[in-house]
C-alpha cells in the first residue's frame, strides 16, 4: 500500500487488515508492503520472501507492475483491488465500490437536509456506509473455504 493511500484512509484499512487477522488469531508474521512508488523489483521480493498467495491493491499500477515482472496472475498470485473500476472491460477481480448507489444515497441525504432547513455543519455529525459488493474476475481462484463465511466470534449467549 502506498503511504499516501496510508494516511488519506487514516490507516482504516491497515488497520482493518491487522484486526481481522487478530479475531482470527492469525500471526504478525505476514507485512503490509508499504511504498512511495512501487517498483516491480521489491514486488517480486516481498512475494518470493512472504510467501503470497494473493495481494490487494488500491489500483492497477500494483498489477502491471507483477506482469512486467513475469509473474502469472492468477497461477502464480492472486490478484484484486480494493477499489475495482465499475467499467464493463475490467477483468481484475475486486471490491467495487457501488458509486452509483453511493451517488444516490448522496442525493437523499441532500434532500433530507434541505427539506429540514438544516445549514452548517452538525453538533454531532453522522456518517453513511454503502457496502461495496465483491465481483469476481480473471484475476484470482477460490482454494478452500470462503472465510468469511464463518463466524467472527462465537454469538452464543451465556445466561
Not at 38 to 64: S, T
Request: proline share 4%; aromatic share 8%; hydrophobic share 40%.
Amino acid at each position: 500500500m502506498s503511504r499516501q493511500t496510508d494516511l488519506s484512509t487514516r490507516h482504516r484499512w491497515y488497520s482493518a487488515y491487522m484486526f481481522w487477522r487478530k479475531i482470527r488469531e492469525l500471526d504478525d508474521s505476514l507485512p503490509v508492503l508499504f511504498y512511495e512508488q512501487p517498483e516491480a523489483r521489491e514486488l517480486k521480493q516481498w512475494i518470493r520472501a512472504n510467501d503470497i498467495d494473493a495481494v490487494a491493491a488500491v489500483d492497477e499500477i500494483i498489477h502491471d507492475a507483477l506482469i512486467a515482472e513475469g509473474i502469472s496472475i492468477p497461477g502464480d498470485v492472486g490478484f484484486c483491488l480494493l477499489d475495482r473500476p465499475e467499467k464493463k472491460t475490467c477483468r481484475i477481480s475486486g471490491i467495487s465500490q457501488n458509486s452509483r448507489l453511493v451517488g444516490e444515497s448522496s442525493v437523499d441525504i441532500l434532500v433530507g437536509l434541505v427539506r429540514r432547513g438544516q445549514v452548517g455543519i452538525p453538533e454531532h455529525p453522522s456518517q453513511w456506509l454503502c457496502s461495496g459488493t465483491w465481483v469476481v474476475g480473471e484475476t484470482t481462484c477460490r482454494i478452500g473455504d470462503v472465510l468469511d463465511e464463518q463466524p467472527l466470534f462465537d454469538r452464543t449467549v451465556a445466561t
